[in-house]
């Protein structure tokens, strides 16, 4: 029976010494960090699920591509290994690709990163997919039987995600805190200019009720009441019928984190729903102080009006999780400050701090590419979120670094910590959910 080994490069990643010291000692990020190393890479778990029964599968997690990772995977003698990686493992991955190449092994690379740069992927790889992977998949593996694999695979058109298949959760194998990924959409109908995620694969698409409804099922096969994480970009900026799917949600008996914008605040039934279903906290992403996204649609609004919406989210009982990007044109060292206070004072349950970074594929990297602002010493793997990767436009790299890590001391602290606790307790108090 021929075998293919699927590895995805998971786990977040800090380039810059003094902010991975800052960050592992820092209780609120390092929390955040933790659970997003425990997801579970849905696209090739779904990948594995439409591969047929003549074939076996194993999967293979990791943060990072060492030598006893090359020789379990060659331990299987697999027939083709796919390897999925974001910009900032991409490196690691082709570093992987290159080794089990070198012993005779075919690999197959995909996700947004190879989708955007499929030339440079197809120098450490026999075949690049460049968009979905579902429907091109069986192709592949035709191929890979046959020893004549191509050096790109490229849908010929939008993949329908109600021919989704349930992902192989059960490839997960024991874990010690389960959580799992369930995406329900792909893409966003917004296009803010920074975004990586929002058309790179296509068209904004909605799954079915039906298929999620499988997948809640096989989830809850293995825990009857799971941890999810919505593997979506913006949950309800579609048009579907939200009450059946967090109905199905809520029959689940999960408990949930998901991506929206805040404009869910603005939607009183929605929220009442969104409670009742499980949902813990939702992220949302207030962006830039300084800097309006072009892009960013309906999404543009007032601080007044965003932070009145999140309070109506808190209020119906789920945290929300201000986002905010770091280091666009018109950041300084006094906006840094203004950051600051904002966040400390604002009555967000919880926060994310990331740096602005121009992922390939998206109108910012073209942008900054034209004014020759790109930092050419500064590969793929800096593309973390948490390193600098262009010039400022009013400050130095050295004044952002700082003013990043100083930001992130700031916000992170052990008393703002403490507080954002205490209040998302309290906020939790107030969901039906979660009091009984
Ligand atoms: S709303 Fe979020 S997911 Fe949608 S384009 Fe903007 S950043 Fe991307």
């Known amino acids: 029976m021929p075998h293919v080994a699927f590895v995805p490069l998971t786990g977040l990643r800090v380039r810059e010494a003094e902010l991975l010291d800052l960050g592992m000692s820092l209780p609120g990020l390092a929390r955040r960090a933790n659970a997003l190393a425990e997801l579970p890479a849905l696209g090739l778990l779904t990948l594995a699920g439409m591969t047929p029964a003549t074939w076996s599968c194993s999967y293979h997690d990791t943060a990072t591509a060492d030598e006893q990772l090359v020789e379990r995977v060659l331990g299987e003698s697999p027939d083709l290994v796919a390897i999925s990686a974001l910009t900032a493992s991409v490196t690691e991955a082709y570093s992987l690709s ?74 997960l194998g024991e874990r010690s805190r389960p959580r799992f990924t369930l995406q329900t959409e792909r893409g966003c109908p917004l296009a803010c200019d920074f975004c990586g995620a929002s058309r790179l694969l296509g068209s904004f698409r909605e799954k079915p009720v039906a298929n999620i409804r499988d997948e809640l099922a096989a989830i809850n096969q293995i825990d009857p009441s799971p ?181 992130i001391r700031a916000v992170f602290d052990s008393a703002a910590n403490k507080k954002r606790g205490e209040l998302r307790k309290s906020i939790w108090r107030k969901n039906p959910r979660f009091r009984t």
């Open 98 to 171: 290159d080794k089990l190449r070198a012993r005779g092994i075919s690999v197959v690379l995909g996700g947004l990163h190879a989708t955007c740069e499929p030339d440079e992927a197809g120098l450490h790889c026999d075949s690049v997919v460049v968009g979905d992977g579902e429907p091109v998949w069986q192709q592949i593996l035709d191929d890979a039987t046959s020893g004549s694999v191509r050096p790109t695979y490229r849908a010929a058109s939008v993949y329908d995600l109600a021919d989704s298949p349930v992902p192989r959760f059960e490839l």
């Open 227 to 407: 941890w999810l994480e919505l593997a979506d970009d913006n949950t309800f900026a579609g048009g579907r019928d939200t009450e059946l799917l967090l109905s199905t949600i809520e029959s689940a008996n999960a408990r949930f984190f998901t991506e929206a914008d805040w404009r869910i605040g603005e939607r009183p039934e929605l929220l009442k729903q969104l409670a009742a279903s499980g949902c813990v906290q939702v992220l949302l992403g207030i962006e830039s102080l300084v800097f309006r996204y072009p892009g960013m649609g309906p999404k543009q609004s007032e601080f007044q009006r965003i932070m009145t919406a999140v309070d109506a989210i808190q209020d119906a009982g789920i945290v929300a999780n201000g986002c905010f990007i770091v280091g666009a044109d018109g950041e300084t060292d006094e906006s840094l400050d203004r950051l600051i206070k904002f966040i400390l004072n604002s009555r967000l349950g919880e926060v994310q701090i990331t740096l602005q970074t121009p992922f390939p594929g998206t109108a910012l990297r073209r942008k900054l590419s034209i004014d020759g602002r790109l930092l050419a010493d500064r590969d793929w793997s800096h593309y973390t979120l948490f390193d600098v990767t262009y010039r400022p436009d009013q400050i130095s790299v050295k004044q952002l670094e700082r003013g990043f890590r100083r930001v």
